[in-house]
């Protein structure tokens, strides 16, 4: 069974950089891309990027200025940095898998999702 | 930037039909994929590739894509379906999500 989880401080201060990490047990890191998507407080999902199993990486271009997603710090994680951050970018922050197998394609889904890390900015 | 447009509300009474409709210019041109998210929750997979039900799915849940509409149908609905639904899509190399809709059983 495939599992995701994220982890990372739960408060960043404004101008600063968020930072998570996304822990995958029961599937090989280098065989799927993988996607960050955040869900501000009541609101709907937005897709952050991916990085797929080769490590290319793709962006919201809403977001590509601040977004840096790479594979680490440990073997099978793969992490999110968000910079100069304001109070826009409190929400949940998830990390998913793509499916199928390899790299990412206009076709992919995700399944599964991690549980979600609230991230507040605020001073 | 590809736009995804769902209705924000739909009520449906127990055991009737719900219909969920995600529109986007061209949309059945390309695969939807649909996900569920319970109140406190992360989201999860329903229906991928306009029609296909992963494992564990009840059979209730349906998709298809047609036009510019994505639509995603549950049968005999029950309680425990009360949810958000997002509908999502690629705008080539980019990912989007509907808005999206609030089921509510009555």
């Known amino acids: 069974q495939v599992q995701l989880q994220e982890s990372g401080p739960g408060l960043v201060k404004p101008s600063g950089t968020l930072s998570l990490t996304c822990t995958v047990s029961?599937?090989?890191?280098?065989?799927?891309?993988w996607s960050w998507i955040r869900q501000s407080p009541g609101k709907g999902l937005e897709w952050i990027g991916y990085?797929?199993?080769?490590?290319?990486?793709n962006y919201n271009p809403s977001l590509k200025s601040r977004v840096t997603i790479s594979i680490g710090p440990s073997k099978n994680q793969f992490s999110l940095n968000l910079t100069s951050v304001t109070a826009a970018d409190t929400a949940v922050y998830y990390c998913?898998?793509?499916?199928?197998?390899?790299?990412?394609?206009?076709?992919?889904?995700?399944?599964?999702w991690g549980q979600g890390a609230l991230v507040t900015v605020s001073s | 930037s590809y736009d995804l447009t769902q209705p924000p509300s739909v009520s449906v009474s127990p055991g009737q039909t719900a219909t969920i409709t995600c529109s986007g210019d061209?949309?059945?041109?390309?695969?939807t994929s649909w996900y569920q998210q319970k109140a406190g929750q992360s989201p999860i997979l329903v229906i991928h590739?306009?029609?296909k039900r992963p494992s564990g799915i009840p059979e209730r849940f349906s998709g298809s894509n047609f036009g510019n509409t994505a639509t995603l149908t549950i049968s005999e609905t029950q309680a425990m379906d009360e949810a958000d639904y997002y509908c999502q899509a690629w705008d080539t190399t980019t990912v989007v999500f509907g808005g999206g809709t609030k089921l509510t059983v009555l």
């Open positions: 998913a898998r793509h499916l199928p197998v390899g790299a990412a394609r206009p076709t992919n889904w995700f399944d599964p």
């Open positions: 029961g599937a090989s890191i280098n065989s799927f891309s």
């Open positions: 990085i797929d199993y080769r490590g290319s990486t």
């Open positions: 061209k949309l059945g041109e390309i695969y």
């Open positions: 590739q306009d029609s």
